[in-house]
Nanobody
């Protein structure tokens, strides 16, 4: 069973930056789309960003475009989320996700193959 482990969450002031990391337990992960979802207290889970390794194609939610950047590491089993100009509304638990395809599963997260346990990001004013 593949495991995804996130790190890098924490407390940051509005306008600040954080970098999240996710590492998959399986080394050869290049065939998977890797990305991030988030869930704020009392809200539904929402898509944040995703990226294919092979095509270097990246996808973003409108709410984070221009502020967040997703990237894949040199190792095929890692993905990062650089978050700049953070806002209070970015406060959420961020979950790493992986799926063989970039399809409808990524709109709400239903049917995604693998999930991490999440890392909390708290943005203060």
């Amino acid at each position: 069973q593949v495991q995804l482990v996130e790190s890098g969450g924490g407390l940051v002031q509005a306008g600040g930056s954080l970098r999240l990391s996710c590492e998959a337990s399986e080394r050869t992960f290049s065939k998977y789309v890797m990305g991030w979802f988030r869930q704020a207290p009392g809200k539904e889970r929402e898509f944040v960003a995703a990226m294919r390794w092979s095509l270097s194609s990246a996808y973003y939610a409108d709410s984070v475009k221009g502020r967040f950047t997703i990237s894949r590491g040199n190792a095929e089993n890692t993905v990062y989320l650089q978050m700049n100009s953070l806002k209070r509304e970015d406060t959420a638990v961020y979950y790493c996700a992986a799926d063989l395809n970039y399809g409808s599963s990524w709109s709400r997260g239903n049917g995604i193959d693998y999930w991490g346990k999440g890392t909390l990001v708290t943005v203060t004013s």
